[in-house]
């Protein structure tokens, strides 16, 4: 399985970004898939994450009501639509998969910068 993440950049405080995570190999023994962020300095938290069918997702208190994640099973994608962005948020965002053996795989890193 390979994930590799685009839609990173520069966003103004209070604006809006979609980072998507295309995944490819063999996507169909992937099941949760994720978000997670490391800032600098900090260590790597878990932003979102969501079910194999998508019904069950889970966002750190930092997010919720501003973050939502979302997979497309057919076309092998993964997003993060990002609202209301803050300063915080920016972070070198990676993409997260789990396979069915337990295994699990990151992408390579997509940077959030957030200008105030």
């Known amino acids: 399985v390979q994930l590799v993440e685009s839609g990173g950049g520069l966003v103004q405080a209070g604006g809006s970004l979609r980072l998507s995570c295309a995944a490819s190999?063999?996507?169909?023994?992937?099941?949760?898939m994720g978000w997670y962020r490391q800032a600098p300095g900090k260590e790597r938290e878990l932003v979102a994450s969501?079910?194999?069918?998508?019904?069950?997702?889970n966002y750190a208190d930092s997010v919720k009501g501003r973050f939502t994640i979302s997979r497309d099973n057919p076309e092998n994608m993964m997003y993060l639509q990002m609202n209301s962005v803050k300063p915080e948020d920016a972070a070198v965002y990676y993409c997260?998969?789990?396979?069915?053996?337990?295994?699990?795989?990151w992408g390579q890193g997509t940077q959030v910068t957030v200008s105030s």
């Open positions: 190999g063999r996507t169909f023994t992937i099941n949760t």
């Open positions: 997260w998969g789990v396979v069915g053996g337990g295994n699990t795989y």
């Open positions: 969501i079910s194999r069918g998508g019904d069950h997702t």
